[in-house]
């Protein structure tokens, strides 16, 4: 079993990384598609923001169901409210994408996207499994495809 020590400092690079992909994947995408620097900015903030803390989650999710770390190495429900927003935030920069196809202009669509996200957060943060109830063994999360 790895330490938490170990496997704590590499979570947040990871995230970062793939968030930083994923800002740049949407954000070039909107630039590409609207020629719009500002919208194209704001989505790929979002969806960057999204993606670096979303995939802490998922990762942390994946260990401890693994066995890798315990649940004490976790931060417990502070873990589910940043996994909650980055799926927003992610799932909102695309939403954004959505609206700007029928409101040409930058201020509605990531409107659009912020309201998205915000509901999305209050949804998610009870939905999402914390560390607790996974240790507990109350919740199993099984994301394979067959």
Known sequence: MTQASDSSP???????????GEGVAIGGVAYVLFENP???AGVGVMAALGGALFIPYILSVNALQEG????DALP??????????????????????????????AAVPL???????AVS?????????DADSLA???????VTVS
């Open 10 to 20: 590499k979570v947040p690079v990871i995230g970062t990384v793939f968030g930083a």
């Open 76 to 105: 417990g429900g502070r873990m589910v409210h940043t996994g909650a927003l980055g799926a927003a935030l992610s799932s909102a920069a695309i939403i954004g994408l959505a609206a700007m196809f029928i409101i040409e202009s």
């Open 68 to 71: 890798e770390i315990t649940a």
């Open 136 to 142: 507990d063994g109350d919740v199993d999360v099984d």
């Open 121 to 129: 957060f209050l949804a998610l943060r009870f939905v999402l499994p």
């Open 111 to 117: 409107a659009v996207a912020f309201g998205y996200a």
């Open 38 to 40: 500002v919208f194209a």
